[in-house]
């Protein structure tokens, strides 16, 4: 079992800051690619980041050049920086990990989510 727990999330300008956190605790050795997710209203859920445990990022082509992914692994927390904030970006975040052990299925953790919202 892997928990998370995403915090930093809040009211913000456009074109403002800010810095999300996923804290990960539980079977942490088991977790390979973290990532971030995002759900606006009325809209699925979209993958905003990625990053694997060896560091390797992808990033929606909607936040490239603005959002940056980092991985901290001494303190197991994922953490994804927003820049130049846009109204659209609004949402709420969800921090997620894939957990493998050994030949087992991959299994996908999600955090209770972190509200982001931009105003014009």
């Known amino acids: 079992q892997v928990q998370l727990v995403e915090s930093g999330g809040g009211l913000v300008q456009a074109g403002g800051s800010l810095r999300l956190s996923c804290a990960a605790s539980?079977?942490?050795?088991?977790?390979?690619?973290m990532g971030w997710y995002r759900q606006a209203p009325g809209k699925q859920r979209e993958l905003v980041s990625l990053?694997?445990?060896?560091?390797?990022?992808n990033y929606a082509d909607s936040v490239k050049g603005r959002f940056t992914i980092s991985r901290d692994n001494a303190k197991n927390t994922v953490y994804l920086q927003m820049t130049s904030l846009k109204p659209e970006d609004t949402a709420f975040y969800y921090c997620n990990a894939d957990s493998k052990v050994l030949t087992g299925p991959t299994i996908r953790y999600w955090g209770q989510g972190t509200q982001v919202t931009v105003s014009s």
């Open positions: 990053i694997t445990s060896g560091g390797s990022t």
């Open positions: 539980g079977n942490i050795v088991s977790i390979k690619t």
